[in-house]
C-alpha cells in the first residue's frame, strides 16, 4: 500500500468538495427523509474546511451552502430545519465558552446560568407572566421586542457574568470549576422557586407562551426562521472571536491562560480581563437564550441543568478548546448526535422491532445511552486527539509585510533609546 | 537620589524569616547582582520588589515614591520589568505574540474598538506587531518570530524572555539568574549582552547568579544574602575577600572551629 504523504497533501480539491455538496444536496432533495443525505450535506462544511482554495473563495462558497443550498433542498422539511438551528445554538453558545476555557482557561462549569439569564428575561417580560409582579398595559411585550430583546439579552447576562466574576475569579483552577458549578446551580435554583412570595419566574412549571419573533407584521414562528437567524448570530459570534483573538485582549487572555504569573510581570491586570472574557462569554449566551426562548416557546429550570453546562463544555473540548473552526465542528457534532442520530438509530431498531427481526429490550434503547455514547467519544479524543478535533493554532504573522515596513517605522518602544544614546555620544 | 531602594524590608512565611530587614539602594544605570546560597531569599528578594509578595515590614521607593502594595501588573506599568529562574514564558503562543504580551500596557484598545476593528486599533496593533519584531531583531531571534515559544531551545528561550520583558518599556530589568544551564561559552556571550542591554538601552540591572565568573566579571555592585539577612555589599573586589562571604559559601574552616 502506496504511503500517503501528508506534508505534500494540500488539502481536498475543490473540485471533489463541489461534486460531493452538489450529490448530496440533490439526494437530499429527492430523498426527503434520507438522514444520511442531510448529514452528507452538512458534512460538505468540514469538507470546505479542509479545501484546497484560498480563504475567501471558502467563505463565500460556505455561506452559499449555508444560506442558499441547505434551505433550498431541507427548507420545507420542518424537522431538518430544526435540527440545523439546534445546531447552530450550540455552535453559538460553544463559542462564547469557548473565550472562557478556550482562551482563558478559566474553566466555567456554570455556564449555563447566563443561557438562562437571557431566556429568563425575553420569557418573563414577553408573556403574562410580567403581569404577575408589573401591573402595566404596556406588558406583555409583543413578539416585535425579540429584536432589542437580543441586545437586552445580551447586556442583561454580561451583567450576571461581572456579578459572578468579582468574586470568584479570586480562585483558579479546580477551584474556580467548583465554585463556577455551584453558582450554576444556584441560579437554577433561584428560577426554581422565585414564584414566592413574588411569583417572577413561575417555578417549576415554567413560562408559556414565548412569543416569536415578529418582524414588520411577520410572525416567524417556524425553524426555518430560526435558521437564518441562528446564523447571523453565529456570523457575528464567529467574528467576534476572530477579532478578540488576535487582539491585545486575545493576546492577554491566552497569556493567563498559559501562565498567569508571566502575564501579571507582563503588566496585565488579571482581574480586569478575566472579567471581560467571563462578561464577553456570558453576552453571547445570554444572547442565544433569548432566541431559545423564542424558539421553544415554553421554558422550565429542567433546560439549565448543570449536564447542559457540562455537554456545552464537551463540545469545546472535543472540538479543541481556544480553536475556532474546532469548537463549531465539536458543537455540531455533539448536537447532531444528541438531537438526531441516536434518535433516528432508536426509531430504527423500533421498526425492527415492530416488524419481529430483532428483539430489544427496552432498557438498550440507544437513545438512552447518550451520556455512554459521549463517555467514549471523549475518551477517544482524549487518547488519540488530546488537543480536540482541530486543534488550536495561534496565527503567524506576516514577516515580510512586517520587515518592509519596519525601517519607515524608526525605532520603538525601548529600542528609542538606540538612537537616543548613539546621538547622545557623537555630541 | 537612588533609582530603587528597599527599605528594611522583611518578610515571613510562618515562622520563617525569609527576608530579614533588607536595605539596597540602586543607583540607576548600574549592574548590581544579589548573590547567596540556595534558600538565602533572593528570589523572595525580587518577589517583593516586584509585587508578588507585600513585605511584612519596610517600604520599597521607585523614584522616592513608594510602590509597597502594589499589583505585579501595576510595579510592571512603572517600569519594574523581570524574567524568572525557570523560564516562563507562553509556550502556546508564537514568539512574536510573547513579545507583543509585553507592550500589551502601551496599547489601548478596547473591547469595541476590538469588536469594530477601527483604523486607530488597526495601526495600534501594526505599530505593536513591528515593535515586537524589532525587538527580536536587537536580541537576534527575528528569525524564529513565528515558531511557538514552547519548541524553542533553552538558549533562545532565555532571550525570548528578555526580550518579552523589555517590550514593556522598562527602566529596571530583573534578571533571575540569566546565565542558568548555560554552558561557559554561552554564559560569556550572556554577559556581553547583558552589558549591551545597560550600554544601549540605558537599563539599570538587577540580577541573582549562582556562576561566580559571571558575577564577578559584570556587576558593579554586590549584595550578599544567607539565610534571609543581608551580610555583605560592597564591590566585586570587596565581596571576594570578605570573610563573612566566604564562610556563607564554604562553610567555617575546620581551624577556627577546633
Do not use: C
Not at chain 1, 36 to 63: C, D, H, P
Not at chain 1, 369 to 398: E, M, T, W, Y
Not at chain 2, 150 to 178: F, K, V
Amino acid at each position: 500500500m502506496a504511503k500517503i504523504n501528508w506534508k505534500a497533501f494540500k488539502g481536498i480539491p475543490l473540485a471533489v468538495t463541489l461534486a460531493w455538496t452538489a450529490i448530496f444536496a440533490l439526494l437530499l432533495h429527492f430523498l426527503e427523509k434520507s438522514v444520511l443525505a442531510f448529514l452528507g450535506t452538512l458534512a460538505s462544511i468540514v469538507l470546505l474546511y479542509y479545501t484546497n482554495a484560498n480563504n475567501r473563495l471558502k467563505m463565500v462558497f460556505g455561506a452559499i451552502v449555508l444560506v442558499v443550498v441547505i434551505p433550498l433542498v431541507a427548507g420545507d422539511n420542518r424537522y431538518y430545519m430544526e435540527v440545523a438551528s439546534q445546531v447552530g445554538i450550540y455552535v453559538a453558545m460553544a463559542l462564547g465558552l469557548n473565550i472562557v476555557v478556550g482562551f482563558a482557561g478559566l474553566l466555567d462549569m456554570g455556564y449555563v446560568a447566563f443561557f438562562a439569564a437571557g431566556a429568563y428575561a425575553y420569557a418573563i417580560f414577553s408573556t403574562p407572566q410580567v403581569n404577575q409582579f408589573i401591573a402595566s398595559d404596556f406588558f406583555p411585550l409583543s413578539g416585535a421586542w425579540f429584536w432589542p430583546f437580543l441586545i437586552i439579552g445580551l447586556i442583561v447576562a454580561a451583567i450576571f457574568g461581572i456579578l459572578l466574576g468579582l468574586p470568584v475569579l479570586r480562585v483558579k483552577g479546580d477551584y474556580l470549576a467548583i465554585v463556577t458549578l455551584g453558582f450554576g446551580e444556584i441560579i437554577r435554583i433561584i428560577f426554581n422557586n422565585l414564584d414566592k412570595p413574588i411569583n417572577i419566574t413561575n417555578g417549576p412549571q415554567g413560562i408559556t407562551p414565548i412569543p416569536s419573533p415578529e418582524l414588520f407584521g411577520l410572525k416567524m414562528s417556524t425553524p426555518f426562521y430560526f435558521y437564518f437567524i441562528v446564523l447571523v448570530v453565529i456570523a457575528i459570534i464567529v467574528l467576534a472571536n476572530v477579532r478578540f483573538e488576535n487582539s491585545r485582549l486575545g493576546r492577554a487572555w491566552v497569556a493567563i491562560r498559559e501562565d498567569e504569573l508571566a502575564a501579571q510581570s507582563m503588566g496585565i491586570p488579571l482581574l480586569n480581563v478575566k472579567l471581560a472574557a467571563f462578561a464577553i462569554g456570558a453576552s453571547f449566551a445570554g444572547v442565544v437564550g433569548v432566541i431559545f426562548a423564542a424558539k421553544q416557546t415554553f421554558i422550565d429550570p429542567t433546560s439549565f441543568t448543570l449536564m447542559e453546562s457540562i455537554g456545552i463544555l464537551l463540545m469545546v473540548i472535543l472540538g479543541g478548546s481556544g480553536s475556532i473552526p474546532g469548537v463549531v465542528l465539536g458543537a455540531s457534532i455533539v448536537t447532531i448526535l444528541q438531537v438526531q442520530l441516536l434518535k433516528e438509530f432508536s426509531n430504527f431498531l423500533h421498526s425492527l422491532q415492530q416488524s419481529g427481526v430483532l428483539n430489544l429490550p427496552n432498557q438498550l434503547d440507544p437513545s438512552k445511552f447518550q451520556r455512554l455514547v459521549f463517555g467514549i467519544l471523549l475518551i477517544f479524543v482524549a487518547l488519540f486527539r488530546p488537543n480536540g478535533l482541530i486543534p488550536a493554532k495561534r496565527k503567524h504573522s506576516d514577516l515580510e509585510a512586517i520587515k518592509a515596513s519596519s525601517p519607515g517605522r524608526g525605532k520603538l518602544g525601548i529600542l528609542s533609546r538606540l538612537s537616543q544614546s548613539a546621538s547622545g555620544k557623537q555630541t | 537620589m537612588a533609582l530603587l531602594e528597599a527599605v528594611g524590608l522583611t518578610k515571613r512565611f510562618g515562622g520563617l524569616v525569609a527576608n530579614d530587614n533588607i536595605t539596597v539602594r540602586i543607583e540607576k544605570g548600574s549592574i548590581t547582582a544579589v548573590i547567596g546560597p540556595n534558600g538565602a531569599g533572593k528570589t523572595t528578594f525580587f518577589n517583593m520588589i516586584t509585587g508578588f509578595y507585600e513585605p511584612d515590614e519596610g517600604d520599597i521607593l521607585l523614584n522616592g515614591h513608594s510602590i509597597k502594595g502594589l499589583r505585579p501588573d501595576q510595579v510592571a506599568t512603572r517600569g519594574i520589568a523581570r524574567t524568572f529562574q525557570n523560564i516562563r514564558l507562553f509556550k502556546q503562543m508564537t514568539a512574536l505574540e510573547n513579545v507583543m504580551v509585553g507592550i500589551h500596557s502601551r496599547l489601548s484598545a478596547g473591547m469595541l474598538g476590538i469588536l469594530f476593528k477601527t483604523r486607530k486599533v488597526r495601526e495600534e496593533e501594526e505599530l505593536a506587531r513591528i515593535e515586537a519584531y524589532q525587538l527580536l531583531e536587537y536580541v537576534g531571534i527575528a528569525d524564529i518570530a513565528n515558531e511557538e515559544a514552547g519548541n524553542l531551545p533553552y538558549g533562545l528561550q532565555r532571550r525570548l524572555e528578555i526580550a518579552r520583558a523589555l517590550a514593556t518599556n522598562p527602566q529596571i530589568i530583573l534578571l533571575d539568574e540569566p546565565a542558568a544551564g548555560m554552558n561557559p561559552r554561552e554564559t560569556l556571550e550572556m554577559t556581553e549582552f547583558i552589558r549591551r542591554l545597560k550600554r544601549e538601552l540605558d537599563l539599570t540591572i538587577i540580577l541573582i547568579e549562582h556562576d561566580m565568573k559571571l558575577v564577578m566579571g559584570l556587576s558593579e555592585y554586590i549584595h550578599v544574602l544567607d539565610y534571609g539577612r543581608k551580610i555583605a555589599e560592597g564591590t566585586p573586589e570587596q565581596i571576594r575577600n570578605n570573610p563573612r562571604v566566604i564562610e556563607a559559601y564554604l562553610g567555617k574552616s575546620t581551624s577556627e572551629v577546633s
